[in-house]
Structure formats: structure tokens, C-alpha cells
């Protein structure tokens, strides 16, 4: 993923320079903490005050080429700016949560051949995924444990998890999590 590297270190370094918080989520996240896939694009999320969410979205798009027609107001209906990076698409998510801004707080440091960025935990990965229900959120969190179970900050994500399924009122999520936990716990 040489492509998608030079980009994000260069999309890393860019926003570190303009002082915007951020963290890298997705596919590449799940690669760094999980069972490798094959992504083609990036996505990020990023945190940025309310009196300059204009004024970085300017900014933003006065840098990199944005795929939207009217970015202004797609990332006001959606939270989310799509923009390319040396040719890799890239959305940029902005946090709208007190549970983003504490992810992005929480997020590592990772070192790539071209520079460090900061990536999700492995704990906020699994928060981000399992209110999904695609299968492929699934197994990503499958391979987050396959290969994290040990590391994992179980004081952090159990009452998360819980927190979610009772606002979601999915018991079902619990219960999954649950149990991929028990079946981690005892290898």
C-alpha cells in the first residue's frame, strides 16, 4: 500500500501543521490493528472547534481537490468532506461526538517508512464497528481480536460496548460481543 501511505502521511502531516486534530479509521486502521485487507481509499476523522469548521473546509479544499460539488454544504449534511490525495479518495470525517473527540485523544502513534500518523485504538476500532451491521465490520473486529485479544483495554470497551447496545437498544450486539470476547478469553 505504498500509494496509500505517501498519502496519508502527507494528509497526516498536513493537517498536524494546521493544528487539526485526527486520527485514521477504516480500512487501514484494520489492517494496523486487525487481519490485513485490501482498502483503496482512506478515511479520517477529524476534530475541528465549531467557529472554524468554514473555515477548514476552505482550507481543506484549497489544498486537496474535493469530490464534492458543493463541499460547504455536503459536509453539513453529512459530516463528511471526500477529497482526493495524490490520487487516493479520501474521506475526511468530522467529529460530531464527545466519544469521537476521545477516540481521537486516545489514538496511537504508528510510524510508517515515510512518517508517523496517528491511528484509532484498537478498543475505539471495535466501538466504531460493531454498530454497524455489515458482515465485513464483523469480521474486521473478528481480526482485531484474532490479533489483539491480549492488548485489548477490556475496562475501557466493555462499558462502551454496553453503553452503545443500551442506547441502540441492540442486545444482540452485547450479546455477540460477549461472546467473541469469552472465545478470545480462553486462548
Known amino acids: ?24 479509521i477504516g480500512g487501514f ?10 482498502t483503496r481509499d482512506l478515511d479520517v476523522t477529524v476534530s ?23 463541499p460547504l454544504q455536503f459536509v453539513t449534511e453529512t459530516r463528511v468532506l471526500p477529497i482526493l490525495v495524490e490520487a ?11 466519544y469521537e473527540e476521545e477516540a481521537i485523544a486516545r489514538a ?10 496517528p491511528v484509532c485504538s484498537p478498543e475505539d476500532l471495535i466501538l466504531h464497528k460493531i454498530v454497524s ?3 465485513r465490520d464483523h469480521e474486521d473486529i473478528e481480526g482485531v481480536f484474532r490479533y489483539r485479544h491480549a492488548e485489548l ?3 475501557y470497551l466493555d462499558p462502551r460496548v454496553e453503553e452503545l447496545a443500551d442506547a441502540l ?16 478469553r480462553t486462548r
Open 29 to 38: 486502521a484494520v489492517t494496523v490493528w486487525g487481519e490485513p485487507r485490501f
Open 108 to 117: 496511537r502513534t504508528i510510524h510508517l517508512k515515510q512518517g508517523s500518523v
Open 88 to 98: 487516493v479518495p479520501v474521506d475526511l470525517i468530522f467529529a460530531a461526538l464527545p
Open 1 to 24: 500500500m505504498p500509494e496509500l501511505d505517501d498519502a496519508l502521511v502527507k494528509l497526516s502531516s498536513w493537517l498536524t501543521e494546521n493544528e487539526i486534530r485526527h486520527m485514521v
Open 153 to 155: 483495554d477490556y475496562g
Open 133 to 135: 451491521q455489515r458482515p
Open 169 to 184: 437498544s441492540d442486545r444482540n450486539m452485547l450479546d455477540w460481543y460477549r461472546r467473541l470476547r469469552q472465545r478470545w
Open 48 to 70: 475541528v472547534p465549531a467557529h472554524k469548521f468554514v473555515q477548514t473546509i476552505h482550507l481543506t479544499c484549497a489544498r486537496f481537490h474535493s469530490l464534492s460539488g458543493d
